[in-house]
């Protein structure tokens, strides 16, 4: 994908792969090479940026909307199964995407655990501790990547308290691609 856009708003956006948050403003034109999981990334005079799902309509954009999880229970008042919740964590975090590569988390083998537990006294409220990595340890979008898994994370009917730690060890390699996620990459 590569669109040009013409910014609308002056926008927050990091800078990747350093981290660094910068204001782009109106006017700028903008190379649009990745659209994955609600982020965007750009390159703006050769720089390139991600800009959050929130600031979509800088770009001209809007933000897909987000949809109701399938699981028994959601929208009926009634409590997701444990099963149901599992696989909508999961499916929350294959929607958080490197903004490099366009494969997400997951797929990428970034996420080393994730235990969902109750919370004591509170009824139908789960915690979800998750340990993840980054591609290089150098890399400066850990945080943006820490909160787009948390926010998301914390969308979910039932997760009341997310917290996700960037883990070093082990060093992630390319062995920990899923096979589609090499497949897509072209390394199989």
């Avoid at 915690?127 to 979910?156: E, H």
Wanted: hydrophobic share 40%; with cysteine; aromatic share 4%.
């Amino acid at each position: 994908m590569s669109e040009t856009v013409t910014l609308t708003r002056d926008c927050e956006a990091a800078v990747v792969p350093v981290g660094t948050k910068v204001t782009l403003l109106a006017g700028e034109q903008a190379y649009i090479t990745q659209s994955l999981g609600g982020a965007y990334t750009i390159v703006v005079n050769g720089n390139m940026f991600r800009i959050a799902e929130q600031d979509a309509d800088a770009l001209g954009k809007t933000p897909p909307p987000k949809p109701l999880p399938p699981a028994i229970g959601a929208g009926t008042g009634l409590p997701m199964s444990a099963e149901a919740l599992e696989k909508e964590v999961w499916n929350q975090m294959r929607s958080c995407y490197d903004p490099e590569i366009p494969v997400n988390i997951v797929d990428l083998g970034l996420v080393y655990d994730c235990k969902i537990e109750p919370i004591a006294g509170v009824p139908d409220a789960h915690r979800v501790d998750v340990k993840m990595t980054l591609t290089a340890p150098g890399c400066g979008m850990g945080p943006v990547l820490q909160q787009d898994v948390q926010n998301k994370l914390l969308s979910v009917e039932g997760v009341d308290d997310v917290n996700v730690e960037l883990v070093w060890e082990p060093q992630w390699n390319q062995g920990m691609l899923s096979e589609a996620a090499k497949l897509q990459l072209g390394l199989l």
